[in-house]
Nanobody, 125 residues
Framework: QVQLVESGGGLVQAGGSLRLSCAASGRTFSSYGMAWFRQAPGKEREFVAARWSEEGTFYAHSVKGRFTISGDGAKNTVYLQMNSLKPEDTAVYYC???????????????????WGQGTRVTVSS
């Protein structure tokens, strides 16, 4: 079992930055794919970024060049550095973990086995 706890959300002005953290407990996440998703009010949950130990990192087109996913194995923590934030980035951000092998369908929520409770990010214009 893996437990995921997100933190770091908040209110920020457009153009600002935030860093989200996802602390994993239970089994270590070195053998997992880790990802961030987000869900805006009235919308479906959507892929933001994913990180795999061998395959590398992947980003949604809407955040590429602005967001960076990284990890600290010693702390069992995954981060999402968000720069140049826009009002359309406003959402609840969720951390997710996928056990087992890499999947080319990494952008689907159904691929992930564990989810955090979410942290809210609000970007004001």
């Amino acid at each position: 079992q893996v437990q995921l706890v997100e933190s770091g959300g908040g209110l920020v002005q457009a153009g600002g930055s935030l860093r989200l953290s996802c602390a994993a407990s239970g089994r270590t996440f070195s053998s997992y794919g880790m990802a961030w998703f987000r869900q805006a009010p009235g919308k479906e949950r959507e892929f933001v970024a994913a990180r795999w130990s061998e395959e590398g990192t992947f980003y949604a087109h809407s955040v590429k060049g602005r967001f960076t996913i990284s990890g600290d194995g010693a702390k069992n923590t995954v981060y999402l550095q968000m720069n140049s934030l826009k009002p359309e980035d406003t959402a609840v951000y969720y951390c997710a973990a996928k056990s087992g092998r890499y999947s080319i369908d990494y952008y689907y929520t159904s691929q992930y086995d564990y989810w955090g409770q979410g942290t809210r990010v609000t970007v004001s214009s």
